[in-house]
């Protein structure tokens, strides 16, 4: 992903607010049965972001991080994603590689069109260790917005409150672009 040229990388944290209760309200139906509350949400995107070389492209899509207490999840929102003639992996990992899943499609642009919680486009985990069980939160004026010179990455970003992921406790992380 190149945003030297074109789109918008933006990214903010949440503990207040109609998206957090949105969260709530979705962890709740995709994941029943957890009496789930959001108190924590960080939410980055990928606004008609262009692949490198390519000015014709437009990328879309967005990483919710959602915490209350010990559970946590992520969501993967996919808008256009525009073709591509490099190699693809859209999913979640951890360093190293213990915990991660690929998302099962044959190409890119197919994205929009997939799921695994019954909403088009919207991919939902919960990522904090325990068992397996209009799609864009607010993006915009609000949000850091990422430096152009970190060619879709950005600097260490601090975490407003942590965010367990698979039984490790993280107060900081990286953004990084959809593999191509």
């Not at 998206?19 to 957890?34: C, D, G, R, V």
């Not at 009496?35 to 990928?46: D, G, M």
């Not at 692949?51 to 559970?71: A, E, H, K, P």
């Not at 939160?137 to 950005?154: I, M, Q, R, V």
């Amino acid at each position: 992903m190149d945003n030297t040229v074109g789109g918008t990388i933006s990214y903010r944290q949440v503990t207040s607010g109609r998206p957090l209760l949105a969260a709530t309200s979705n962890i709740n139906h995709y994941f029943p049965n957890l009496n789930f509350t959001a108190s924590w949400l960080f939410i980055a995107t990928w606004d008609k972001v262009p692949y490198y070389n390519n000015l014709q492209s437009r990328c879309s899509y967005q990483i919710v991080l959602v915490s209350g207490g010990s559970l946590s999840f992520v969501m993967m929102n996919y808008g256009n994603i525009s073709s591509t003639d490099h190699r693809f992996q859209a999913g979640y990992g951890t360093v190293n590689s213990t915990y991660y899943f690929s998302i099962p499609v044959p190409d890119e642009n197919k994205l929009f069109n997939s799921s695994n919680v019954n909403v088009s486009g919207r991919w939902a985990f919960r990522v904090d260790g325990g068992p397996e069980e209009g799609i864009f939160y607010p993006y915009g004026d609000e949000d850091t917005k990422n430096p152009a010179a970190y060619f879709g990455s950005s600097p260490l970003i601090p975490l407003a409150q942590p965010f367990v992921y698979f039984g490790f406790i993280y107060n900081q992380l990286y953004l990084y672009p959809l593999s191509s």
